[in-house]
């Protein structure tokens, strides 16, 4: 009848296990422009000044600005429309370099002009409206740090540069689901396999690749070890769902430590996902999740996603979180870390969030139903009172 | 020498103008699976109840309620393992449908096995650890809103329903950068084009689409019509950057004008971003954004965006907002909008945010060097002061 799982590690333990063990995974060198989304695997810095030149950041005249210290409203200097700072006033239009013997710019809304000449009405100092050589992005500047999520300025940032390739993390990913009694969405006469492309939308959105999918593996120990043998020659993460059950279909978890990982853990203090299994062998981690989309989700968010962003340096971009008032008590199990599923509203305090009633880790409705989540307990937390400020991460806009 | 842009219509009435006149874009049915991050045409509802038939959420035993009503931990009720519950105890795993003659289910750490028998201590209701036909979806559950941007959660459960097709906003957009003095960045010999590849980046994370990249054209107001003309045939939204500012190369706002749109502004109240242009014709979108990123980012940001949003009826994910307090005064001159770059900090009163001082449009670095942005003067304020308590949208996280 399989055990219970008494022996049950913190989840801050075994992200500190593996996070240590986990190496840089496998890393591609793409096109900048096709690089959005995806993390840096380095320090880039800025090669050249830019500008380059000092050039006008706006539309007017390029001047000397020794030619119009007298200028005012009452007594107006008129410059000739030339080539040449000398004397006259040159024509600029934003963005153009300022030509040599000019050092000030006077916006075209501030002159008159009148046939081939220009009327100034007071006197502007010298750089007005001229952008300095390196004001943008100055020769040494950072431009991507270690792990930065690559989002539109980065790119125009790089590109300005010169810089049409960066290095990104782009992790090979294997996911199997497992389970006799799966079939595939698209097909009839069995359970349909949900979690498996839970898992694989999930990396792809955190991570901007293309997980690798085996399909479904019936509940045969054997089967199970074969490909995660097979997927450990070429991938850096094999992931199953479902087989990790406290029940009789232990599978994965036994397939797993069949290969004789160097780190092993299954059981974990988090609600719902206890079942996880985690091994490491020959730099490879091996990630058995529950067959339960909820509880897959949890182990997930809560474990694997926080060790692939402390190994790997990650800066995942911030979430949208926000400080809500609890309707109801909320319980925590010592030492455990719960994610509830919320659904989050306007009221007199400002928000509220009221935790979802659910039985059952399977119930995929209450991330939908609801419109927040909550991870509780990661500080050792043993509970919240009704009417506690908390902060949850918003899945989508609150209930107004 | 052109004109200035004396006529600013102010951001929300511009919002307002396009948003109605916008019809719905190109639709793409697309396979459950890659339609990550895309946004849903229209509302999906639950076709099947999930789950079909009750069943176990953990593992145990299926027993009859009425079987262990006298249960008690100094007289256990003793069972024998059977594959009946009218005497006997069921042995059932989580998600295992529930037998007939059952009505409840006992955890199997709640039990002793000894042999063929099991022994339980206590009584349990009836329909104890088991879920319900429908507990998860019901028949006529709303699974997608119309506009909802799609996550894992709603992968699973479409693929749950066995629906593995959904209709998703895919508009057809068409971008050209314009100037005679471009390059493009792999090139040399010019100014490299950045803002271009800003804009197909920004539309590329925001919508989940690639768009349709048509090069560098010169700054020739005839070349830019034609391009306006071509994309026209198979574009939803056509964009130029370039060739919209104050100075003498308004070409791309010629061209939109002189294809006699059906609704055209050239110059909205924001800055960065004035020489913003708009046009309509033919249910297409014509827009000439600058050719400095940043204010082509700003135009993007508070006016583009907001009118794909309105008319399309787009749910955007929630922004990662935090509430700071300001380390100077903020001037907002009348009626506009102003997009700032801030610098936020951990501070004694919570975050603190400090606005970058900067002068044009082109300074890229400033969405780099600082990590959260501001867009000022939305609701009509008039500047705020040193001290004021804001919200500002973070790009990174806060500095601690």
Chains 1, 2 share one sequence.
């Not at 008129?78 to 006259?88: A, F, N």
């Amino acid at each position: 009848m399989g055990r219970p799982l008494k022996e049950l590690t913190p989840v801050s333990t075994v992200i500190d296990r593996f996070s240590r063990l986990l190496p840089t995974p496998s890393i591609v060198s793409k096109k900048v422009m096709e690089s959005i989304g995806n993390y840096s695997v380095e320090e880039v810095r800025a090669i050249e000044d830019v500008p380059p030149v000092p050039k006008a950041v706006l539309d007017g005249f390029a001047v000397s600005s020794e030619n119009i210290i007298d200028a005012s409203e009452t007594s107006p200097v008129v410059l000739e429309i030339s080539e040449s700072c000398e004397t006259g006033a040159i024509p600029v239009s934003t963005g153009s370099p300022i030509p040599k013997g000019c050092d000030t710019v006077i916006p075209i809304e501030g002159v008159k002009v009148e046939g081939n000449k220009v009327m100034i009405f007071r006197p502007y100092p010298p750089g007005n409206a001229i952008a300095r050589v390196g004001e943008d992005l100055s020769k040494g500047d950072i431009i991507l740090r270690k792990g930065e999520f690559i989002r539109p300025w980065h790119i125009a940032a790089l590109l300005s540069q010169g810089i049409t390739k960066v290095r990104v993390i782009q992790p090979k990913i294997a996911i199997a689901a497992t389970g006799s009694e799966l079939v595939e969405p698209w097909e009839s006469g069995g359970v349909r396999n949900t979690t498996a492309w839970l898992v694989y939308t999930f990396l792809k959105e955190k991570l901007g690749v293309e997980p690798n999918y085996f399909g479904i593996i019936p509940d045969d120990k054997e089967r199970i070890r074969e490909y995660y043998e097979k997927a450990l020659k070429n991938h850096d993460i094999i992931i199953t769902t479902g087989g990790s059950s406290v029940g009789k279909k232990d599978y994965s978890v036994e397939a797993i430590l069949s290969l004789e990982p160097e780190e092993f853990v299954h059981g974990v203090a988090l609600t719902p996902g206890r079942p996880l299994g985690l091994g490491f062998k020959e730099g490879k981690f091996l990630i058995s999740l529950s067959g339960y989309p909820v509880a897959a989700l949890s182990e997930l968010e809560a474990v694997v996603w926080e060790i692939f962003k402390r190994a790997w340096g990650l800066r995942e971009p911030p979430k949208p979180r926000l400080k809500v008032k609890l309707t109801r008590r909320l319980p925590v199990q010592p030492n455990m870390v719960h994610l509830y599923r919320m659904k989050v509203f306007r009221c007199s305090e400002g928000y509220c969030a009221e935790p979802l009633r659910l039985t059952g880790s399977g119930v995929i409705s209450s991330l939908i139903k609801g419109n927040a989540i909550f991870i509780a307990g990661l500080r050792g937390e043993t509970g919240y009172d009704e009417g506690d400020e908390i902060e949850v991460i918003l899945l989508s806009e609150p209930i107004d």
